[in-house]
């Protein structure tokens, strides 16, 4: 159980870290007026959404299960856990949320500023910081 555990949180750590460097990345790509550097953008966005960020939001996702099947009964009946997976639900709904931004860079139809993704890119430290206090402090 622990090195599922173990690889648990790195996958979750990396998911994190492509959550909070994609939206910074759009941040750049919107404020970018040449098309050189929107294509340098567009290759780096795609290259991490679709190389670092799903496959770790993938096996974050199947680890975790792994560890629930562990003791289900557990976590099943636990209001931590049931406020921990409403922030992954909302995390993953991020997660696809910057895949439609990344198509609409793609495809040069942003229409949003860098103001814009400088907010959206703090959304990931509220789920962070709520992940972290559920599990550790299991308030409920």
Not at 59 to 81: E, H, K
Request: charged letters at 15%.
């Amino acid at each position: 159980m622990l090195w599922v555990k173990a690889f648990h949180i790195v996958a979750m750590v990396s998911w994190f870290a492509g959550l909070f460097y994609l939206p910074r990345l759009f941040v750049y790509h919107a404020s970018t007026s040449d098309q050189e550097g929107s294509e340098r953008f567009k290759i780096m966005e795609r290259k991490l959404y679709r190389g670092i960020m799903t496959p770790s939001a993938i096996a974050t996702v199947i680890l975790g299960l792994w560890l629930v099947s562990y003791n289900p009964d557990y976590y099943l009946s636990s209001g931590w856990f049931h406020a921990k997976m409403l922030l992954v639900v909302l995390l993953l709904g991020y997660h696809h949320a910057c895949g439609r931004l990344l198509k609409k860079f793609a495809l040069d139809n942003n229409t949003r500023s860098h103001i814009f993704y400088r907010w959206f890119n703090e959304l990931p430290v509220l789920v962070l910081i709520g992940v972290a206090i559920l599990v550790v402090v299991r308030p409920f």
